[in-house]
């Protein structure tokens, strides 16, 4: 299911995204005081998949769900890690990139969800450098390329080593027909900020660029001969440790392995059940509200550590999603529910609110904003069903403003006594998860009436029946127990028999109204592009760059210019 | 060579861009005071392509290519015309889109860049609007389907007849799997700023929206029954008109037919020479500056008329690309090079910038803005060569910073005794001529270092020796004459050999740095995914729904999302 065309190389039928440091078989993790040292030795003999070889430390999937992976327990293990250095361990290489025989066989569908994850990755890096005071700091010897050299635009700070032969190097268009697309072009241009003809040289210039011509080029932000390497790594670390605001005497907490259940039709984890219906190609993701009200304080949460709701929901959702991405590529729509009191989901809201300023609260609060972004960005059409029994309110309730649609049901279904659903919203639905174009979820529905998010603000915390929620522009329809079962089943069935591609195009645009970021501009333009090279024959044909790399025989490319 | 796979229905070799209303077969254009009316009135029979017909007002290139004509006629030839209105010539269809049978029998290379040239046209109206004070009011009764829709989206003012059947879709999705990708999806949501999720369900409702729905749901401005549509359409002419800030007295400029003549290897009209190196996938540009200095006056401006060197050129420049665009695939690059007095451009950019309030003055500014975008989108490698005897100053100088990299000659060639190559600044650089993300060519060159902007900005007037631009960070490359040849030779020659769809990716991220507007996020989030789509099976196949649309066979969908 991974991957029709391939085998996992451990032998089971989906690719799994949870791992921990004990498991890790690409990097090494060290924690000293407030300095964190991530060092990139990729095993070659341990590819995700069957039939490559993992050489030059260049990377898979399966490397990168270990680096996300050591980003997230940095955050949430270890709060008091200032600044992460990262690093090769091994010798004249810093990264080779994504693997080409990798990408020369996988499938389209593999590919670009591939290179989804790892482009949101790299954003996880920015985001803790923005967000959450832990800066990175890449120390570049050796060869640095493509994709390596991509992993490091993601950092703050970029030290090449001046040694007259460590390079960085956007070899993808001369060498594979393809584009730096995990987010290269983009940095290069937006976050770097080199000049678009110099940009121009770079990445046509299969050999990269070295020393004091990366500097001035901005490439990197300081070449340092190897005599001096290690005092300058240590002084940058300390000034950027001596800026972050994360707290040095606090504790972490574990993050403990997610206890999943899988059947062939389920995956059925504490607080969020998947069931796939694989005939009318659907999965329904349900959420559970809390079993319990918010801890006492702060402290209190520390103690629950994992094991607090918010954390818990978020983390289990994430894997959720990450599953269907990359091992249902059959799945046309993923239904939303949820299950629980909508008020409990509330005072877990306020309680986060009220501790934001503890650095765990904050950590909780940005895993969610980049699960929901996680959810934007998923090709799948996305449906929210509201009914009785139902708790989207607050931080759920983003999960209605991420769908392409919803429906709540006006009163009650026959035969069930329970209350009428009711939606409610809270602070944060107002600030603290703002899509990768940078506005909340209600500013992107909204962008017509700016009086609208102020009429949703003034609800805040009152619970909505379906015409209010309506009124309030907050659902898309509201059908009754007559109308609710047919409407939706059309409506699923109407979606499963639309082209996926085209499905996957216009969610792309309806979803990303209004401003861009570096962010959105990733996803959009670069990303867009790249997926078209990705189904042109100059790349990926029999004959192409992508294919014929390694084999000694040189690209036929079609010659017309698109 | 237009398309290798069709002839063209008129049986020449490339597609013409030049036209007049005399010959117009699928527009009529009425002038009356200060309101226009465009009719579009559809031969099915004078398609530009063999083997389809363009029924119920369907389009392809050569239908666009009127309306693009018109719009540029009304703007100069009518300086009095402040609303034109957008209307149908024919009962019960206002306009079905583009034509079906020409999208799937279309090359891809010619379908990608017919979306180009009709989105250009489309954002020419809105320029109209935005800066010429030509507002554009449509009025839509019968169907508005799909292309016929994304024109209506370009007006300032949508006018639906409410007569119980009239309606405006976007069936691309659920009828050929294919998207809206003339802007639609972008201006829904950005330009009318459609609530998300009313979007998702307008976007793959096949039948379209009628009336009251399409008003609330902000898909048109206003529903009116019949028999009040005279007199509202009346009414909104009359107070956009009001609101325009164009001359009423003022006597347009006829634009006269451009002078080509065209061999195998070249075309050549009065200030510009296109030269073909087909072999090395090469064309040459030269553009030649003004025969004399500028007139003394707005008025001896106006008597020039066509003639006046700045619109002529800009005029042929458009031409020659767009010629390129479409006629001449296979080639790699386009040399920009130039030839005259450097000083005598300077004196053209500050004569249009004495008379920038004039009517004729504002238009002829606004076509270079719209040339040089055009040259900005233009999908080949793009260089400006600067050698003795060039004027590369400022109108023409934005062709060096569109270029993706240039090269400025030291000194000067061996056994040429004209002075060493000098280019210069002008108040043009900084400000009339955004590009699609709405920042100057030079802020866009310097995202980094406003600072260097500035010092651009004090060097305005000053003729600038290859060294001297080179330290203002203006050129790319400064070689001398030992250097010169080889190092260009090998420039072109990579350039021809990497592939032509890598290129064309990479160059629209690198050219497209900074800042996104509306009208970029139509040619890159849009256009990027559309044109990934025009790739894939399910559209395109011999199974996909652009191939099965009207055959009564259902298409064939890989039900794999990605």
Known sequence: MADAERKLADGKARIDFNTDPSRYRHWKLKVEGEVATLLMDVDENAPLFEGYQLKLNS?????DIELADALERLRFEQPQVKVILLRSGKPRVFCAGANIRMLAGASHAHKVNFCKFTNETRNAIEDASE?????MICVVAGSCAGGGYELALAADHIILTDDGSSTVALPELPLLAVLPGTGGLTRVTDKRKVRRDHADV???TEEGVKGKRAVEWRLVDEAVPNTRLDQVVAARAREFAAQSDRPSGAKGIALTPLDVRASAD??????VSVEFARPERLVTITLRGPGAPPPADAEAMVAQGAGFWPLALARELDDAILDIRLNEFDTAVIVFKSEGDPAAVLAYDAFLDRHKDHWLAREIIL????VLKRVDLTSRSLVALIEPGSCFTGT????IFAADRSYMLVGRHDGDNRPPAAIALSQANFGPYPTANGITRLQSRFLADGGAVERARASI???LDAEAAQALGLVTFAPDDIDWEDEIRLFLEERASFSPDALTGMEANLRFGGPETMESKI???LTAWQNWIFQRPNAVGEEGALRRYGTGQKPVFDRKRV
């Open 396 to 399: 759920l309730a983003e999960l």
């Open 202 to 204: 770079f990445c046509t």
């Open 266 to 271: 389920s995956r059925s984890y504490k607080y």
């Open 131 to 135: 967000n959450s005071g832990q800066r």
């Open 367 to 370: 895993k969610w904003k980049r």
């Open 461 to 463: 915390g009152t619970m």
């Open 59 to 63: 990377y898979d999937l399966g490397v």
């Open 523 to 525: 996803f959009a333009r």
